[in-house]
């Protein structure tokens, strides 16, 4: 009975040494300062066990690569694909891990159907049914969503998509309203890319439809800087920093939602410097500013990313290598998140 009780203690004691000891990793250092990290996740990832365990150690919170778009959820007017998204939301329940949706609308990847809507009406009511039977199904099991994905030209004015056109500017408002009524508890987001610098035409025009927001009681909770950067561009982090700071003043949260530097390639070790650095910056941005709440990468191996076939000549944008190992970028953006 004794040496039971002595294997016991001994075995637990073992045990609390171990985990104690446990190497922490990215999404460890990023949560001490209230950052959730993660990665953007194909349907193909949850067939592969090695991608799930990448996706496992570096992700609080994943967002899906396509699955939850309009032509893949929600193909027909009455025709509702939840088979990858169910699998996709199972697998992060599962391990813990938390589902922002991407996105409820979106000029791109729409399905065929949209294209013959005519009336401000007709939009409103398929709106509504969108947000309404996605956000009910998924009621407290996705935490936050982009709302609107894309809604601006580079100069500032909004962009005339099937939304913009059939019902007018307020859309936006109109599916962050009928978003919040129909799950209080989730995070409601505006998703843009080239809108992280503070002067740049786009991001300036953000900020100001979303403090007028604010202003009119608008509900929304932050804004997503898509932040697909490359190393051929002047980046500029005193820019970001203001521009994040400008939304803490009106109490709103920023995601950095689908981080990527890309170089050309073969890649030089000119880039691979540049790349390291601006890295470096998001990820001291994330860690220094508090109301920068993610850090997310869109996808994390080189082997399997939309850069190649996006932008030609272009590459090697993420944290993992074809191989499936971490590059030194990964250690960076890790030391970073160490550092205090
Ligand atoms: C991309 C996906 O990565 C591709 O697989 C797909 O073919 C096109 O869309 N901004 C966004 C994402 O908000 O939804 C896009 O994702 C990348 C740019």
Same mark, same amino acid.
């Given at each position: 009975?004794?040496?039971?009780?002595? /294997? =016991?203690?001994?075995?637990?004691?073992?045990?609390?040494? /171990?985990?104690?000891?446990?190497?922490?990793?990215?999404?460890?250092?990023?949560?001490?300062?209230?950052?959730?990290?993660? %990665?953007?996740?194909?349907?193909?990832?949850?067939?592969?066990?090695?991608?799930?365990? #990448?996706?496992?150690?570096?992700?609080?919170?994943?967002?899906?690569?396509?699955?939850?778009?309009? +032509?893949?959820?929600?193909? !027909?007017?009455?025709?509702?694909?939840?088979?990858?998204?169910?699998?996709?939301?199972?697998?992060?329940?599962?391990?813990?891990?938390?589902?922002? *949706?991407?996105? /409820?609308?979106?000029?791109?990847?729409?399905?065929?159907?949209?294209?013959?809507?005519?009336?401000?009406?007709?939009?409103?009511?398929?709106?509504?049914?969108?947000?309404?039977?996605?956000?009910?199904?998924?009621? !407290?099991? #996705?935490?936050?969503?982009?709302?609107?994905?894309?809604?601006?030209?580079?100069?500032?004015?909004?962009?005339?998509?099937? *939304?913009?056109?059939?019902?007018?500017?307020?859309? #936006?408002?109109?599916?962050?309203?009928?978003?919040?009524?129909?799950?209080?508890?989730?995070?409601?987001?505006?998703? +843009?890319?080239?809108?992280?610098?503070?002067?740049?035409?786009?991001?300036?025009?953000?900020?100001?439809?979303?403090?007028?927001? %604010?202003?009119?009681? =608008?509900? =929304?909770?932050?804004? !997503?800087? @898509?932040?697909?950067?490359?190393? #051929?561009?002047?980046?500029?982090?005193?820019?970001?920093?203001?521009? =994040?700071?400008?939304?803490?003043?009106?109490?709103?949260?920023?995601?950095?939602?689908?981080?990527?530097?890309?170089?050309?390639?073969?890649?030089?070790?000119?880039?691979?410097?540049?790349?390291?650095?601006?890295?470096?910056?998001?990820?001291?941005?994330?860690?220094?500013?508090?109301?920068?709440?993610?850090?997310?990468?869109?996808?994390?191996?080189?082997? @399997?990313?939309?850069?190649?076939?996006?932008?030609?000549? $272009?590459?090697?944008?993420?944290?993992?290598?074809?191989?499936?190992?971490?590059?030194?970028? $990964?250690?960076?953006? /890790?030391?970073?998140?160490?550092?205090?």
């Amino acid at each position: 009975m004794k040496k039971t009780l002595v /294997l =016991i203690f001994s075995l637990g004691l073992v045990s609390i040494l /171990l985990s104690s000891c446990a190497k922490k990793t990215l999404k460890d250092y990023a949560a001490k300062h209230g950052v959730k990290t993660g %990665v953007a996740v194909a349907v193909s990832d949850l067939n592969n066990e090695e991608h799930l365990q #990448i996706i496992r150690e570096n992700s609080s919170i994943v967002v899906a690569e396509n699955c939850m778009k309009w +032509e893949s959820v929600h193909p !027909g007017k009455t025709t509702w694909n939840w088979n990858e998204v169910d699998r996709m939301i199972e697998f992060a329940e599962k391990n813990k891990i938390a589902v922002k *949706w991407h996105t /409820l609308f979106w000029h791109n990847q729409n399905p065929r159907f949209l294209s013959s809507l005519e009336t401000r009406e007709q939009a409103l009511e398929v709106m509504d049914e969108h947000i309404t039977t996605i956000m009910t199904r998924y009621k !407290g099991r #996705i935490s936050e969503y982009d709302v609107v994905n894309e809604m601006f030209n580079e100069d500032g004015t909004m962009r005339e998509t099937i *939304w913009y056109k059939t019902i007018g500017p307020d859309y #936006i408002e109109h599916a962050l309203i009928k978003a919040r009524e129909t799950d209080p508890n989730a995070k409601l987001f505006l998703n +843009e890319y080239n809108n992280e610098e503070q002067g740049n035409k786009k991001a300036d025009a953000m900020y100001e439809m979303v403090k007028d927001f %604010v202003k009119r009681g =608008i509900p =929304i909770d932050g804004v !997503g800087f @898509q932040l697909h950067l490359a190393t #051929i561009y002047p980046y500029n982090a005193v820019a970001v920093k203001s521009n =994040i700071r400008r939304y803490a003043d009106l109490g709103l949260e920023v995601s950095f939602s689908e981080v990527d530097v890309r170089m050309p390639v073969p890649p030089s070790e000119n880039s691979l410097k540049t790349q390291t650095k601006i890295y470096s910056s998001l990820a001291k941005l994330a860690k220094e500013e508090p109301n920068v709440t993610s850090f997310i990468t869109w996808g994390f191996t080189d082997k @399997q990313s939309w850069v190649p076939y996006t932008f030609t000549g $272009y590459g090697d944008a993420l944290l993992y290598n074809r191989d499936l190992k971490k590059k030194p970028v $990964y250690e960076a953006v /890790l030391q970073e998140f160490a550092k205090k």
